[in-house]
């Protein structure tokens, strides 16, 4: 059973920065799309940004190009959210996710990825 764990969430003004991270132990992250979610309170859950298998490629929420990146490090099993600029609207848990999809684009909706993290809270308030 994959597991994915996030980690880094907080609470930040807003401008301010934060990496979320998430790890999945024991498991060879190329082998997955990971994909970033946030849910805010009586909302849907949304794609954030995910991160393509093997090439690295890319996709990013309109509300968020410009300010979040999204990179992965094989070596260490983890994948990072660069949040920057960080809005209140950005306030949500987030969620890591991973699509064992062999071929295609990484997506950003919720339905092709099967195995979730527990989320991270962020909070951007002054």
Known sequence: QLQLVESGGGLVQPGGS???????????????????????????REGVSCIGRQDGSTNYADSVKGRFTISRDNARNT?????????PEDTAVYYCAADVRLFGRCLLSTTPYNFWGQGTQVTVSS
């Open 79 to 87: 994948v990072y959210l660069q949040m920057n600029s960080l809005k």
């Open 18 to 44: 934060l990496k979320l991270s998430c790890v999945v132990p024991g498991f060879t992250l190329d082998g997955y799309y990971i994909g970033w979610f946030r849910q805010a309170p009586g909302k849907e």
